[in-house]
C-alpha cells in the first residue's frame, strides 16, 4: 500500500511561518509528481502548490505566490511546503498528494491545480492561523 504521511501542521499567529513535510512509505517520491491541497471548513479542496518528479518545476496558487515554497529532497523521500507570511485565511487541512507525471511520450504533464490525477494521498495535518 502506498502511503503518504504529512506533518508540521500546528497553531500559529498570523505573520508566523510553518513547514509541513510529506514522507512516503513503499515508494520513492522522485518518480512522482507531488502536490499540496488544503480544505477549509465549508470550502472545497483546492490546490495549493506543486513540483514535478523530474524537472523540478514548480507551481502555486495565485493566493499562496511569495509567501509558500514547495520543494523536495529525494534523498530524503520527502516534499516539503515552507509557509511564510500565514494569513488566517490560509485555515485548513493541508494534504499532499502523488501523481505519475509522466506521459507516454516521456513528456511532463500535470493535473494541477485540479486533483483529478493524483492517486495516492496523506491523512492530511491541519493548520490553524489565528491570534
Known amino acids: 500500500q502506498l502511503q503518504l504521511v504529512e506533518s508540521g501542521g500546528g497553531l500559529v499567529q498570523p505573520g508566523g511561518s510553518l513547514r509541513l513535510s510529506c514522507v512516503a512509505s513503499?515508494?520513492?517520491?522522485?518518480?512522482?509528481?507531488i502536490g499540496w491541497f488544503r480544505q477549509a471548513p465549508g470550502k472545497e479542496r483546492e490546490g495549493v502548490s506543486a513540483?514535478?518528479?523530474?524537472?523540478?518545476?514548480?507551481d502555486y496558487a495565485d493566493s499562496v505566490k511569495g509567501r509558500f515554497t514547495i520543494s523536495r529532497d529525494n534523498a530524503k523521500n520527502t516534499v516539503y511546503l515552507q509557509m511564510n507570511s500565514l494569513k488566517p485565511e490560509d485555515t485548513a487541512v493541508y494534504y499532499c498528494?502523488?501523481?505519475?507525471?509522466?506521459?507516454?511520450?516521456?513528456?511532463?504533464?500535470?493535473?494541477?491545480?485540479?486533483?483529478?490525477?493524483?492517486?495516492?494521498w496523506g491523512q492530511g495535518t491541519q493548520v490553524t492561523v489565528s491570534s
Open positions: 513503499e515508494f520513492s517520491l522522485a518518480y512522482y509528481g
Open positions: 513540483i514535478s518528479s523530474r524537472s523540478g518545476t514548480t
Open positions: 498528494a502523488a501523481e505519475d507525471d509522466t506521459g507516454l511520450d516521456g513528456l511532463e504533464y500535470t493535473s494541477f491545480p485540479s486533483d483529478g490525477g493524483y492517486d495516492y
